[in-house]
């Protein structure tokens, strides 16, 4: 059981991609898997179309929710290993995101790696929705965000994904009405339309997927309405940051990234009470491990400048800082 090696891992937004993009051309090799999933050996293992009648325009990113991997550290890596070992069904999706980062399986036309050029976003299959020309599979983004774990943990996935989904619907010029669930699509089979985009997203239909289950957080419909509203306005947040921005954010050619660091402590005890002390201060904050210490890190960067404007904050702040390009393992 190797784990996979990515093509390529760069940031998106601030969280880690790890691209292994299915090739065209790869088929069905397994005739019994194949079957169950509805295909033959031989059939395309992926839909190998670009979105929305072959133009690669992307009209939005559709959210889901799959299970955490109890004892899995990257669950991303083992989905997509999953899926090139044809144990996924007939599933294929761009991106699986968890706490650690993400993992890329389709092109999604963003230009942040040679595999993915931008207007190469192709089909995904996972809104239960065929091929139907203007439903989920055929033009949107898909991103199963892994959760049901760690209530930090799922807290950190949430927000990788809310960062990805911002930057995909703002390098695709879309609003954040373009961010659908699945349900959203599940509603659109079901012959049901609610003017209201977010009803439609959380409108439960009698026997058909509830998803993302973890960020609707309740079977609900107006608990989950209030949870998905409050998705929405973390992915907003992340829209506003960009658009405030003059440029797309790209990797530098290195794939360095500058992580600013606020302490490093040699007992975890003492590294996760400063840590709270930062978070209380309105900052995202993590601990990672290296060389033996705890570091309370408050973000990754791939430009330095943002690195920079970061440090910044947190002196203005009352708080030591500097960057440093050394990575740790998360605790
Ligand atoms: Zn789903």
């Not at 004892?71 to 650690?100: F, I, K, L, P």
């Not at 203007?134 to 960062?163: L, Y």
């Amino acid at each position: 059981m190797a784990l996979l090696t990515a093509n390529k891992v760069f940031q998106m937004n601030g969280v880690t991609v790890s691209e292994k993009i299915i090739p065209d051309g790869i088929r069905w090799k397994d005739g019994a898997k194949a079957q169950k999933a509805g295909f033959s050996a031989g059939s395309l293992y992926k839909k190998q179309q670009r979105l929305s009648g072959g133009t690669g325009k992307v009209q939005g990113v559709t959210i889901h929710n799959t299970a955490d991997l109890a004892n899995v550290h990257d669950d991303g890596e083992q989905y997509t290993r999953a899926t090139y070992n044809e144990n996924m069904g007939s599933v294929r999706v761009h991106y699986y995101v968890d706490d650690t980062g993400a993992w890329q399986n389709l092109k999604a036309g963003t230009g942040l790696c040679a595999n993915d050029p931008v207007g190469s976003a192709e089909v995904s299959w996972h809104a239960g929705d065929g091929s139907t020309p203007d439903g989920g599979n055929m033009t949107t983004i898909s991103m199963e965000v892994i959760m049901g774990d760690t209530a930090a943990h799922d807290e950190k996935a949430k927000d990788n994904a809310a960062r990805m989904a911002a930057w995909l619907l703002w390098k695709h010029g879309l609003t954040i009405d373009k961010l659908f669930s699945h349900t959203y699509w599940v509603n659109k089979s079901a012959g049901k339309h609610f003017a209201d985009v977010d009803r439609q997203c959380t409108n439960p239909v009698r026997n058909q997927k509830w998803c993302p289950t973890y960020i609707f957080g309740s079977s609900n419909p107006d608990i989950a309405l209030k949870n998905w509203k409050a998705f929405k306005q973390l992915v907003q947040g992340y829209m506003d940051a960009l658009n405030g921005g003059a440029q797309a954010p790209t990797a530098d050619a290195a794939g360095t990234l500058y992580r600013v660091q606020t302490g490093a402590f040699s007992s975890k005890a003492n590294a996760t009470a400063y840590a709270k002390k930062i978070k209380a201060a309105g900052f995202d904050t993590y601990v990672v491990k290296a060389d033996g210490l705890y570091k309370v890190q408050v973000g990754a960067y791939s430009k330095k400048a943002n690195a920079e404007a970061q440090m910044q904050k947190l002196t203005a702040a009352g708080f030591q800082a500097f960057i440093t390009t050394k990575s740790g393992t998360p605790v």
